[in-house]
């Protein structure tokens, strides 16, 4: 179960470095810039704890989908980002996919 959190919580933070990528503007603004490289190592460092027990296909594919799908809602509130139908359709896929890897897969946790 431990691990389980760390995953979220590296999901979490790698969330808030790309966040904070755009806020950044091309490495222009010192503090955006610190921030983001410090989600992304916290990411990194929890994923890293995650994978002692995880397997790591079925770790990545949730850390990427659900990083997908918050950076996109943060896209839509904050930065006035509009998907399109084909983001939503795109998005319900990956969604689709990690659902199925959780309930078929016969990847096992050590």
């Known amino acids: 179960m431990k691990d389980w959190i760390f995953l979220i919580l590296a999901i979490v933070f ?8 755009k806020l950044s503007e091309q490495f222009t603004r010192l503090w955006p ?4 490289l410090a ?4 990411s990194l460092y929890l994923l890293s704890y ?10 990545y594919a949730i850390w990427s989908a659900l990083g ?3 950076i996109t809602l943060i896209g839509i509130f904050a930065f006035k980002q509009v998907p ?6 795109g998005l319900g896929l990956i969604m689709a996919g990690v ?5 078929f897969s016969k990847m096992e946790v050590h």
Request: hydrophobic fraction near 60%; glycine fraction near 8%; proline fraction near 2%.
């Open 14 to 21: 790698e969330t808030l470095g790309t966040y904070m990528l």
């Open 33 to 36: 810039t610190v921030a983001m």
């Open 39 to 42: 989600g992304y190592i916290l």
């Open 50 to 59: 995650a994978l002692r027990t995880l397997p790591i296909g079925l770790a």
């Open 68 to 70: 997908i799908v918050f």
């Open 84 to 89: 399109d139908l084909a983001a939503y359709i």
């Open 99 to 103: 659902i199925v890897i959780n309930i």
